[in-house]
């Protein structure tokens, strides 16, 4: 009996994989550019962890959690996020106590979310986001706002739209609650049954909600922005103005408020805009959070953070950008047509790895021609031939498979001679390849 995949959830492998670790790499290689070190944790914490960050108010967990009893009776969660697992690490391992205060991580996994499968939300779905953990200071909201903008746009994406809004602190918080409250008061009773659940235990959710005849009630509703305190207020225009020092231009949306409810401060998304794209919602988002580590057990330090969902980052990657990169495959494809032929090139292939060559080779006799096709279909960039009469002479055959040009060589020169023509290859296929495919996309 064949056994499908869980609902939601996906297999990533071959090419997709490729374009995965790609948009991973870039990932990671802009945090460290910003200095950030990794921190990995578990995927499963104690249920409460998450009813005390992510908030019982918030869809997630209201809804969405995948949460179970251990063998033991403990109730177990699968993180559906990544920002509560970092910071009880944080405060399990005592890490903000070091003199060198923001403490700066980033992480990248799964996380588990029981929502509605449908384009670009899954139920297993991969987080790649930073923390940072200090005094409050707002160039640090505005360096991890830069550094997710600065992931996206290695990753070739161009019109990357930052979408702002600031949530304030307690006193803004609390007069726009009661603002919402005495407004939705008359109006809850037609509204959905989440939004009705919504404005008992947090009237902020409403605005988050995606049924359209509700989103046309709360566009009459009393905005963020007049109810922001002077403090609040230039805490939001101090941000915006070191992310146009840099060249980063944001929008204000006065409904974004983000489906957590740890935030306070400055909250922001990443959409990239294209007529053609089907709406997957935004690419990532985060914000600024006074009081989580406190309430988590740790001391009194607030935290900007930023996630990126990999798979809608994926999609649109793949949507919108012309791979800068040759497909991944072997350096060598080493051919062997007779069973004493494998044998000596299984030593061969060992040495060549051993000298960094990624290497494939065939063990079932084969004939050169069908040889010549599977290193083809496998983007092999150098085929090496040794048949009975580069056994007699010691040479080997190179062929190139960009251009088709081959080469005779002493075995005892291969080292040089194939990472010669490896180099050869590679600036063939940037020069030719991706030229061609850069002026046919232009061309369209
Ligand atoms: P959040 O933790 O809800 O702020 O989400 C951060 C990012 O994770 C979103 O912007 C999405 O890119 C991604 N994301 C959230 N939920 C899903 C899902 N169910 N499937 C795929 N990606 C998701």
């Not at 903000?96 to 670009?120: I, M, N, S, V």
């Not at 997957?280 to 996630?307: F, R, T, W």
Request: glycine share 8%; aromatic share 8%; with cysteine.
């Amino acid at each position: 009996m064949e056994i499908n995949p869980v609902k939601g959830t996906h297999d990533i492998y071959l090419k997709e994989a490729n374009e995965y670790q790609l948009i991973e790499n870039t990932a990671r290689a802009v945090a460290e550019l910003f200095s950030y070190s990794e921190i990995r944790t578990p995927i499963i914490e104690h249920t409460p962890l998450f009813l005390r960050s992510v908030g019982e108010s918030s869809d997630i967990v209201s809804k969405e959690m995948y949460t179970f009893d251990d063998k033991g009776g403990r109730s177990i969660t699968l993180r559906p996020e990544m920002t509560a697992g970092v910071l009880r690490s944080v405060v399990s391992n005592k890490l903000y106590a070091t003199p060198d205060l923001p403490l700066k991580l980033y992480y990248l996994g799964p996380c588990f979310r029981y929502e509605r499968p449908q384009a670009g939300r899954y139920r297993q779905f991969h987080q790649f986001g930073v923390e940072v953990l200090g005094n409050p200071n707002y160039h640090l909201d505005s360096e991890v706002i830069a550094l997710g903008h600065r992931i996206l746009i290695s990753c070739g994406l161009t019109n990357v739209e930052v979408k702002i809004n600031s949530l304030g602190d307690e006193t803004s918080r609390n007069n726009y609650r009661e603002a919402l409250k005495k407004y939705f008061a008359d109006k809850v009773d037609k509204m959905c049954e989440d939004c009705k659940r919504r404005y008992e235990v947090n009237p902020l959710r409403i605005l988050d909600c995606k049924v359209p005849e509700d989103i046309e009630i709360v566009k009459g509703a009393p905005k963020m922005s007049d109810f922001l305190t002077p403090e609040a207020k230039a805490n939001l225009n101090d941000i915006i103005a070191d992310l146009k020092s840099i060249g980063i231009e944001v929008s204000l949306d006065d409904n974004l408020v983000r489906g957590l409810d740890y935030y306070t401060g400055v909250v922001f998304e990443y959409h990239v805009k294209d007529e053609n794209l089907v709406d997957v919602g935004a690419i990532g988002g985060g914000g600024h959070y006074a009081n989580l580590l406190k309430e988590l057990g740790g001391p009194d330090l607030e935290g900007v953070g930023m996630s990126i969902g990999v798979e809608r980052l994926h999609y649109v990657v793949s949507q919108l950008t012309t791979p800068e990169l040759m497909p991944k495959g072997p350096d060598v494809y080493l051919m062997g047509t007779s069973e004493y032929i494998i044998e000596q090139n299984v030593a061969f292939a060992d040495m060549l790895r051993s000298s960094g060559f990624a290497t494939m080779m065939n063990y079932e006799v084969k004939s050169l021609k069908s040889l010549f096709k599977i290193a083809s279909r496998n983007n092999a960039k150098l085929a090496v031939i040794i048949g009975e009469d580069e056994l007699t002479k010691n040479t080997l055959t190179v062929k190139n498979m960009l251009t088709g040009e081959q080469t005779s060589l002493k075995k005892e020169n291969w080292e040089n001679v194939l990472s010669d023509l490896l180099k050869e290859y590679v600036e063939t296929y940037y020069s030719k390849v991706l030229a061609i495919s850069k002026e046919e996309k232009e061309g369209n």
